[in-house]
């Protein structure tokens, strides 16, 4: 059972939007930062949005991040096949002092 | 350009222990913390604990301590993770990351398969 809840799959048409939503408590997304990564088959996690809503060089806009309360949001406008892929969204618990994931979302396009 | 090379797959038999290593390049290492996150197959993301390689302070997730010992050598700009005791249920992709700001990962290694079975 993860710390951060995220729903297990969601699905859209290529060049719709889609969104992942990660909901935890004030001891962790409340309180800190959030993040978000994605994991294609097969390769390591990538980092996608860091600090709630910031992208790191080379991130299309596409992919956009925020955060209200303990819950947080990852969008994705102009879906492409190439997004298929295993999403997880990641803080800072206070509680735990520890590094906390969601248990990841699947992304099917 | 900052890389993160891990050690190749390993085979344990129960009991047995491990010790991955993930060797750094492109910044200097000692500026910035090294993460462990394992991925059982088949499942999510699972943080194990961070080293800071600046004082070598660590803290590991409750799970894993008395398990695991995270380490590094500054001379070569390598992170090791060692787990003791395996288990089957250790039978994963282990990850190593750079950890930086509030935190998050900026970069990872390519994983390293640790297969636990008798």
């Known amino acids: 059972q993860s710390v951060l809840t995220q729903p297990p799959s969601v699905s859209a048409a290529p060049g719709q939007k889609v969104t992942i939503s990660c909901s935890g408590s004030s001891a962790n997304i409340g309180n800190n930062y959030v993040s978000w990564y994605q994991q294609l088959p097969g390769t390591a996690p990538k980092l996608l949005i860091y600090d709630n809503n910031k992208r790191p060089s080379g991130i299309p806009d596409r992919f956009s991040g925020s955060k209200s309360g303990t819950s947080a949001t990852l969008a994705i406008t102009g879906l492409q096949t190439g997004d298929e892929a295993d999403y997880y969204c990641?803080?800072?618990?206070?509680?735990?002092?520890?590094?906390?994931f969601g248990g990841g979302t699947k992304l099917t396009v | 350009q900052v890389h993160l090379v891990q050690s190749g797959p390993e085979v344990k038999k129960p009991g047995a222990s491990v010790k991955v290593s993930c060797k750094a390049s492109?910044?200097?290492?000692?500026?910035?913390?090294i993460n462990w996150v394992r991925q059982a197959p088949g499942q999510g993301l699972e943080w194990m604990g961070w080293?800071?390689?600046?004082?070598?302070?660590?803290n590991y997730a409750q799970k894993f301590q008395g398990r695991v010992t995270m380490t590094t050598d500054t001379s070569t700009s390598t992170a090791y993770m060692e787990l003791r005791s395996l288990r089957s249920d250790d039978t994963a992709v282990y990850y190593c990351?750079?950890?930086?700001?509030?935190?998050?990962?900026?970069?990872w290694g390519q994983g390293t398969l640790v297969t636990v079975s008798s």
């Open positions: 080293i800071n390689p600046y004082n070598g302070h660590t």
């Open positions: 990641g803080t800072w618990d206070n509680s735990l002092t520890a590094d906390v």
């Open positions: 492109g910044y200097t290492f000692t500026s910035y913390g």
């Open positions: 990351a750079r950890r930086i700001g509030e935190p998050y990962f900026d970069y």
